[in-house]
Every structure is written in structure tokens, then in C-alpha cells.
């Protein structure tokens, strides 16, 4: 097998659990907790049908993608696809988008984290916050891939329990009425109706809802690292509309019933602004430490997309062959350094 072709010059050290919670964790991330206030003040409880018709397509999406990686796991999944099937231009442009794509999405995660600090903080700066988990991160990526994959997998077990937790507690505040008479299911329909914008409102925060699903794809980008990736990419893949239907569907449903949509600000986390509104600070301070780890979790996906995307690009020729270079612990430390630089030129 030709190691530059196929990737093998990155180590394959992902275990089928680093996969599963990888794709899991992507499912939850700052379009959830932190974007989505923009789009309830936009588009109202009507967001729980934007959910459902994104997720859906992001589903379908997964499922093509899946089926490619695993009967050919290479570095830089898709766009190698599109150089491979449609020519040097489509590899191109594909892959060089994702990357400038996601260094914005890395610029906007490290955003939410000085956010998420100046809930307890007020006085330190969102940059210091940024610069700060800015080299931490970069740091831990620069060490193996098992060590991301370990990374991931627990900041994911963190979201996974948090928002379970949440909903069932959101619940329960429900139907116990201990969170007062201004919690019912009928603010999903009252306060201007269910869509109070109307379809517009909910078109125009597609593109948004839709943002929330990036970095479901990164599960085709591990392929070339999972140690089996035939079995692990397609349960994967296949598992991602249960997780849209409990995670975005259910914890919004529930949120947006504990508290009408009006409330919700759009420079602060509804599920932190509802908990705190509701009186709970602990679990407004609980809620802030999920949020952070999920931007968290994204950064460091980020970091670690961007870099086997460049790796990808230079296989095929689409970007300078000094990216390839790999360090003994299969790690594309150029690729990290050089998405790293322009993330932090561009803040």
C-alpha cells in the first residue's frame, strides 16, 4: 500500500470507543448550547422543527460520507474523494474551504470560551481566556493522536451526561411544577405561536441550525487514524439521528417549556440563562463548566481537523509538501503549527 496515498505515515491510534464518543461529542457542540439563542430569538420554539429537518440531512450526508471512508480510510476524507472522482480542482477547493471554514469556527469557539469564563470572571478579558486555552490545546495535539482521541472522549462523556441529566431534571421542573406556573408545554405554542416569525423566521436561521451539525463529519476524517475503521466508521455514522433526535430535539423541547422564548438573550447560553432564571445557580454554574468543555471539545476538533485536512491537501499535491512532515508519534506537527499561526493571525 502506498503510504503517501492512503495516510500511513499518520499512526493509527484511535480505539473504536475514541470514534463512537468522537462522533457523539460532534453531535453536541457551541452551535447547541451557545448559537442556538440567536436562532430562538429569530425563529422561536419553531427551531425544534429546524432541528429536526437539519438533522435529518445531516444524517443522510453521514451515511454517503461513511460509506466512502470505510472502503477507502484515507486523510483528508472527503476532499481526497472529490480529487480522486471529480479532479485536482474539486480536491482544491473542497478541502482548502473546510480549512479556512474551520479556522473561523476555531476563532469563534475560542470566542465562546472567553464567554463562558466571564460568567464567573467577569474582569479577565476574553482574549486572556483564549490565548490561554489557545496554547494548551495546540499543546495537546502536538503529543500523539491517542492522546486527542482520549481528549475527545472524555470531554464527550461530560456533554453526554450533562445534557441526559439536564433533560431528565428540565423534567422534572416540568411536570412537578417546582419551577412555577410559568413552566409549561404551552410556551411552545403560546407567546406568539409556534413559529412567531413565521416560515421566514425559521428559513432564514437555517444556515445557522445547519452550522450546529459541524463536526459530525470529523468521524470521516479519523478514518485514516481508527485502528478498525469497518467497524467503527459505520456504527458511527449510523447512530447520528438518535443523537440529534435526544440531544438538540429533547433538550429543546424541554428548555423552551421551562421558559418562554422570549427571555432568551442572544449574547448568553439559554441553558444557562433558563437554569439561572429559574433561580438555580448551581445548576447555572454546573451547566457554564458543560458549555465550556463543549467549546472546548470543538477547538481541540478543530485543531485536529484542520491539521489532517493540510496533511490531505499536500498528498494530493493541493498544498505545499513541507506539510507532510510527521514526527515519529504520526503526528502532522507542520499542518498543527501552520493552522495554528493563521487562527491566531486572523483573531
Not at 450533562?162 to 411544577?177: K, N
Request: one cysteine or more; glycine letters at 10%; a neutral charge.
Amino acid at each position: 500500500m502506498d503510504s503517501q496515498q492512503h495516510g500511513e505515515q499518520l499512526k493509527r491510534g484511535l480505539k473504536n470507543r475514541h470514534i463512537q464518543l468522537i462522533a457523539l461529542g460532534g453531535a453536541i457542540g457551541t452551535g447547541l448550547f451557545l448559537g442556538s439563542a440567536s436562532v430562538i430569538q429569530s425563529a422561536g420554539p419553531g427551531i425544534i422543527l429546524g432541528y429536526a429537518i437539519a438533522g435529518f440531512i445531516a444524517f443522510l450526508i453521514m451515511r454517503q460520507l461513511g460509506e466512502m471512508v470505510v472502503e477507502e480510510p484515507v486523510a483528508g476524507s472527503f476532499s481526497h474523494f472529490a480529487y480522486k472522482y471529480w479532479g485536482g480542482f474539486a480536491g482544491f477547493a473542497s478541502g482548502w474551504n473546510y480549512w479556512v471554514l474551520y479556522v473561523l469556527v476555531a476563532m469563534a469557539e475560542l470566542t465562546a470560551v472567553g464567554k463562558y469564563i466571564q460568567f464567573w470572571y467577569p474582569e479577565i478579558p476574553t482574549w486572556a481566556s483564549a490565548a490561554a486555552f489557545f496554547v494548551i490545546i495546540n499543546a495537546i495535539n502536538l503529543t500523539n493522536v491517542k492522546v486527542f482521541g482520549e481528549m475527545e472522549f472524555w470531554f464527550a462523556i461530560i456533554k453526554v451526561i450533562a445534557v441526559i441529566a439536564m433533560i431528565l431534571f428540565g423534567a422534572w421542573l416540568l411536570f412537578s411544577d417546582t419551577a412555577g406556573p410559568q413552566a409549561t408545554v404551552r410556551n411552545l405554542w403560546e407567546q406568539g405561536g409556534f413559529l412567531p416569525h413565521g416560515w421566514t423566521g425559521l428559513v432564514m436561521m437555517m444556515a445557522i441550525i445547519m452550522f450546529s451539525f459541524g463536526g459530525l463529519e470529523l468521524v470521516g476524517i479519523t478514518a485514516a487514524e481508527a485502528d478498525n475503521p469497518e467497524q467503527s466508521i459505520p456504527k458511527a455514522t449510523n447512530q447520528v439521528i438518535y443523537r440529534i433526535l435526544i440531544f438538540y430535539i429533547g433538550s429543546l423541547a424541554v428548555l423552551l417549556s421551562l421558559l418562554p422564548w422570549t427571555r432568551v438573550t442572544a449574547d448568553t447560553s439559554p441553558f444557562v440563562l433558563i437554569f439561572h432564571e429559574l433561580g438555580d445557580t448551581f445548576v447555572a454554574n454546573a451547566l457554564n463548566i458543560v458549555v465550556l468543555t463543549a467549546a472546548l471539545s470543538v477547538y481541540n476538533s478543530c485543531v485536529y481537523c484542520n491539521s489532517r485536512m493540510l496533511f490531505g491537501l499536500a498528498q494530493q499535491g493541493n498544498a505545499p509538501k513541507a506539510l507532510l512532515n510527521v514526527d515519529k508519534r504520526g503526528v502532522p506537527v507542520s499542518s498543527i503549527l501552520v493552522s495554528a499561526v493563521v487562527t491566531l493571525w486572523c483573531m
